[in-house]
Nanobody, 126 residues
């Protein structure tokens, strides 16, 4: 059974940094497509960053140049390094995984991801 467990969320001041982690288990190998999504109260879930099996990345325009997605394949841990955070980054952040060919094109389609973590809250104060 696939399980994704996020950690690393918390409260931070604007301009600060956080690193989110997602420990994946139940996969024989890390699923080809992994990513981070976020959802603020009253908003739809939105894609933040995706990483495919070839190491290619895609970021939402709102986080480009500030966030970095990476993976430790030996430990099956997905990371999201968040720098220069802004109050508008405040949200529940979710780790997600999917198999199949579609990956980077799914940034705007969270519904195609079959596995989700429970989420970790990030709160950025001004």
């Amino acid at each position: 059974q696939v399980q994704l467990v996020e950690s690393g969320g918390g409260s931070v001041q604007a301009g600060g940094s956080l690193r989110l982690s997602c420990a994946a288990s139940g996969y024989t190998t890390l699923t080809p497509c992994m990513g981070w999504f976020r959802q603020a109260p009253g908003n739809e879930r939105e894609g933040v960053a995706l990483l495919d099996s070839n190491g290619r990345r895609r970021y939402a325009d709102s986080v480009k140049g500030r966030f970095t997605i990476s993976v430790d394949k030996a430990e099956n841990i997905l990371y999201l390094e968040m720098n220069s955070v802004k109050p508008e980054d405040t949200a529940m952040y979710y780790c997600a995984g999917k198999s199949g060919d579609l990956c980077l094109g799914a940034l705007l389609a969270p519904s195609v991801f079959g596995h989700w973590g429970q989420g970790t809250q990030v709160t950025v104060s001004s």
